[in-house]
């Protein structure tokens, strides 16, 4: 059974950084593409960023763009998302997700790491 | 960008009944690429339903999907304790890749 664990959330304040990690075990990290997704407390699932299986390709959501990384390292199975100039608005869970192809859904996920951005 | 809008917002119903959640895409998904994932308390999503209508393995055969095109359901004949949760629609064929707003199944 495939495993995805998130970390590095927490709180801090508008303006500064976080990277996210997520962690993959379970079942072969390498031909998945990779996905992170965001729900702001007590809404709906927002998707934010996607890195390709062999990294690349990227792409964002445009509330993101140039303020967030995705990257990955196959030998760590692992995800990241470097976050940037932190506001307000980008308080939520974040999960990442596992797409194996262009036809597949997301698939396992993560329970999410919870990132607050509050002065 | 395709939007997904999920109705209604809130269902209200009694163990054994049957739910009906709706999900309406702004323009045609791509090859009926549209996932539903069930969503409890603290936890992570989970796919149920993809390519509109295909069961993941192991889901109860009370959990359908239907639908092409635009408009797509989610049917849970004969609702049991364990399926109230929040419930959203997935397109995943073409970028951005989208959600609806979810439904939230209640006990009524």
């Known amino acids: 059974q495939g495993q995805m664990v998130e970390s590095g959330g927490g709180v801090i304040q508008p303006g500064e950084s976080l990277r996210l990690s997520c962690a993959v075990s379970g079942f072969t990290f390498t031909p998945f593409g990779f996905h992170w997704v965001r729900q702001a407390p007590g809404k709906g699932l927002e998707w934010v960023a996607f890195?390709?299986?062999?990294?690349?390709?990227?792409q964002y959501a445009d509330s993101v763009k140039g303020r967030f990384t995705i990257s990955r390292d196959n030998s760590k199975k692992s995800v990241f998302l470097q976050m940037n100039s932190l506001r307000p608005e980008d308080t939520a869970v974040y999960h990442c997700a596992a797409k194996y192809n262009s036809a597949s859904p997301f698939d396992p996920w993560g329970q999410g790491t919870l990132v607050t951005v509050s002065s | 960008e395709i939007v997904l809008t999920q109705s209604p917002g809130t269902l209200s119903l009694s163990p054994g009944e049957r739910a009906t959640l709706s999900c309406r895409a702004s323009?045609?998904?791509?090859?009926?690429?549209l996932a539903w994932y069930q969503q409890k308390p603290g936890q992570a999503p989970r796919l149920l339903i993809y390519?509109?209508?295909s069961r993941v393995t192991g889901l109860p055969d009370r959990f359908s999907g239907s639908g092409s095109g635009t408009d797509f359901t989610l049917t849970i004949s004969g609702l049991q304790p364990e399926d109230f949760a929040v419930y959203y629609c997935?397109?995943?064929?073409?970028?951005?890749?989208?959600f609806g707003g979810g439904t939230k199944v209640e006990i009524k």
């Open positions: 323009q045609s998904v791509s090859s009926n690429y």
């Open positions: 390519g509109a209508s």
């Open positions: 997935q397109q995943y064929g073409t970028s951005p890749l989208t």
């Open positions: 890195i390709r299986d062999d990294g690349s390709d990227e």
